[in-house]
């Protein structure tokens, strides 16, 4: 790092040069959030166009989660032994070539390759998901939560754009003679080349030497336990139930929802407004989840994010599928995995050592892809067997079982429901 300007502090330039680093992290999971909302609003829409068959079009939703599965372990790998902008930038470079797979699958009408461009676009999403632990390395104790929050609120610009890019972007590629469906996968893949081209030349410093006292690491240190170990203590344990269960609940209830509307006659301009409903409520109060894990405290936040995420599957099992209920429901199920999302990572964090927290970043996220990956899959069958309110059923009868998980594990410890 360069000396800091005469007159100055040392922990002043330190300061100076954190937030620009984290608004550096923003401004990429904002790009990247455009294109992987975007690629996702359509690749179930595109699986069942290839296929002529709605059973298995939660196919290619599946793959990107499954990708962001293995994208988590091998970026999580990369950034231990290298850096956080080297695992960050290549997860968005990998994403991209994803995304020029999918455009070409679609127009050749070759299945296989979009489930290979999809699992790649799930490197994407990895990335955009672990930059919330750079910026929470870099913040004090008290202040990672809303650390997190602010990283994960970037995804409010794709919340706004990426669904309502999808069909502008498709009536592009129409207007060229090409295939609609290809042009969402190309402009995601164009997005996601410009967020990989920031972090590689901006991100400097990397967060790993602008890390907080209390979460410096370096690159090659070792866990002091074996992961399983480290997994079973009661706040990881915790943190991990209630990621799990809010991404589970909400990929498959977001999958499913583009297919149910399309079945009942409505375009991808009404997906649009649904989907951007969901996503506004996934990324655009993330602040105010970082100030209520904060204030509340992360077990205690978790749990009241259980109860949004129940509310929300209880409506979308019964909502009309033109009616408001549908979009409240889908707003409610976004919001309750973002408060979820923020104190469960804040929680994960506090509950693991210095040397751990990137392997154990990385392996908790892959069980959450992994996951909500199987989620997405059955939710296709489930639709297609039982209905969408079935759906919604499953969802909150897993959130309510989550629940009780996490009310066990605070009460075997004794752990109070106090800022942590």
Do not use: C, K
Not at 75 to 95: D, E, F, K, N, Y
Not at 255 to 269: E, N, R
């Amino acid at each position: 790092m360069s000396a800091p300007p005469s007159g100055a502090r040392p922990d002043d330039a330190l300061e100076r040069a954190r937030r620009r680093a984290t608004w550096l992290l923003v401004a990429a999971s904002a790009l990247a959030s455009v294109a992987n909302i975007a690629a996702f609003t359509v690749a179930g829409i595109a699986a069942r166009e290839l296929l002529g068959d709605a059973a298995l079009a939660g196919a290619s939703t599946t793959s990107i989660v499954l990708g962001s599965a293995v994208g988590t372990s091998v970026l999580a790998w990369l950034m231990l032994r290298s850096t956080r902008r080297r695992g960050l930038g290549l997860g968005l470079v990998v994403a991209m070539l994803g995304g020029l797979i999918a455009a070409w699958a679609v127009a050749a009408g070759e299945f296989p390759a979009l489930l290979a461009g999809t699992t790649l676009l799930g490197f994407g999403s990895a990335s955009t998901q672990l930059a919330r632990y750079a910026a929470a390395d870099m913040a004090a104790p008290e202040g990672r939560a809303r650390a997190i929050g602010l990283v994960v609120w970037a995804g409010t610009v794709g919340a706004v754009l990426g669904p309502n890019l999808a069909p502008l972007a498709a009536s592009f590629s129409g207007g060229l003679g090409a295939e609609e469906l290809a042009g969402p996968f190309l402009a995601a893949a164009l997005i996601l080349a410009l967020a990989s081209g920031s972090l590689f030349l901006l991100l400097r410093p990397d967060p790993y030497e602008l890390a907080h006292a209390s979460s410096r690491i370096e690159p090659g240190d070792d866990l002091s336990e074996p992961m399983w170990r480290i997994v079973r203590r009661p706040r990881v344990a915790m943190a991990v139930i209630a990621l799990v269960v809010g991404q589970v609940v909400m990929i498959g209830i977001m999958t499913m929802t583009p297919l149910h509307m399309d079945d009942h006659g409505h375009g991808l301009a009404a997906v649009g407004l649904v989907i951007s409903a969901h996503t506004l409520g996934m990324f655009a109060l993330s602040p105010l989840s970082g100030y209520l894990a904060a204030r509340m405290g992360t077990i205690a936040a978790v749990l009241a994010a259980s109860g949004l995420l129940a509310l929300s599957a209880a409506l979308a099992a019964v909502a009309p599928v033109d009616g408001l209920v549908l979009g409240v429901a889908l707003f409610l199920l976004g919001y309750g995995w973002n408060l979820g999302l923020v104190a469960g990572s804040a929680l994960l964090v506090s509950g693991v050592e210095h040397a751990e927290r990137t392997a154990t970043e990385g392996a908790a996220d892959t069980l959450v892809w992994t996951a909500s990956a199987l989620a997405s899959l059955s939710s296709g069958l489930i639709v297609a067997v039982l209905g969408f309110g079935a759906l919604g059923l499953v969802g909150l009868g897993l959130v309510v079982a989550g629940a009780a998980a996490i009310l066990r594990l605070r009460a075997q410890v004794s752990l109070r429901l106090a800022p942590s």
